[in-house]
């Protein structure tokens, strides 16, 4: 009972820092949304690699690195992550935080679409009714915006996409981290000297605090990541499925209450219906959960 409740704990603690970028990020500025994403690589870098130097765990990144496969989901695992910075960033920094946070409210449900066509799923009926829902949403959504709510499905899909190729490849969170970011940090580097070769470049010149902030952005983006990893090792799925709920609806509260931006009744409305799917699918869920652990104690001993 004290692993699960410190795995809960956390969790929570993951969730709450998710939860808590949409205060962080405008902090960056004047720093662009690519001088943010590429700092954001390199010192989760420098912080993994110091983190795997203290726990000694060099050992798992060079078991990694002699499996091609592993490494090639893991390149594309970093690409997908970083489309997915690059939008998060462009939609806090833009004030489209609560388009932001309903991308995170239907990523669960993209995830589940992509359990059907990549792993052949068969999806139980509520959760189809789960997702049909959650398209009615993106329709009513569409007529608010007057467009589809690009930013909120590109964060779905990017994000839904990496935890598709995170689950094809068995590496520990810090040496996955460490070997996503080692893929991608080139192209960060060169962003950061073009950025600094044309003098436009926000590190160094807009004081000592606003870099500190951007060598702190690797760290914010790291630990999270290590919090989650030990959650998902001590409590059951059917919990974080809870859990994850917190980050979204942060991130809604933020982008309402902190940088007022409009909540109009069509809009409240699709996020309603959002909120419906993931009722429906959270129930779901927990029935699926209980089905499953009694599921044991159901069964007739086998006589030996």
Do not use: C
């Not at 004290?2 to 809960?8: M, P």
């Not at 799925?237 to 909540?263: C, D, K, N, R, W």
Request: proline fraction near 6%.
């Amino acid at each position: 009972m004290d692993e699960r409740r410190a795995g809960v704990g956390v969790g929570l603690g993951a969730y709450a820092l998710w939860g808590l970028f949409p205060l962080y990020f405008p902090l960056l500025e004047p720093a662009g949304g690519l001088e943010i994403v590429a700092h954001r690589v390199a010192w989760s870098l420098v912080f993994v690699g110091l983190l795997l130097t203290v726990r000694r765990n060099w050992d798992q990144v060079r078991a990694a690195v002699r499996r091609p496969r592993s490494m090639l989901v893991l390149a594309a695992a970093a690409a997908l992550i970083s489309v997915n910075w690059l939008v998060y960033v462009y939609a806090v920094n833009s004030g489209h935080v609560v388009e932001a946070s309903l991308g995170y409210f239907i990523n669960p449900l993209v995830s589940v679409v992509l359990g059907v066509f990549v792993f052949r799923e068969r999806l139980r009926w509520l959760q189809w009714v789960a997702v049909g829902i959650a398209v009615v949403a993106v329709v009513v959504l569409t007529v608010d915006y007057g467009q589809p709510p690009w930013i909120a499905l590109a964060l779905a899909v990017t994000f839904g996409l990496y935890g598709l190729l995170k689950k094809l490849v068995r590496v520990s969170a810090a040496p996955g981290l460490f070997l996503e970011t080692v893929v991608v940090v080139v192209p960060a580097l060169v962003v950061m000297g073009v950025l600094a070769g044309k003098g436009d470049a926000a590190f160094g010149h807009a004081g000592v605090g606003h870099a500190l902030l951007l060598v702190g952005s690797g760290i914010a983006t790291a630990i999270p990541l290590l919090l989650f990893a030990a959650a998902a090792s001590r409590v059951p799925l059917s919990t974080i499925g809870l859990m994850q709920y917190l980050t979204p609806l942060m991130q809604l509260a933020i982008g309402v209450f902190v940088y007022s931006e409009p909540m109009p009744p069509a809009r409240l409305a699709g996020f309603a219906i959002v909120w419906l799917a993931l009722a429906v699918f959270t129930v779901d869920s927990l029935r699926a959960a209980r089905t499953a652990r009694r599921a044991p104690t159901d069964q007739v001993p086998a006589v030996v």
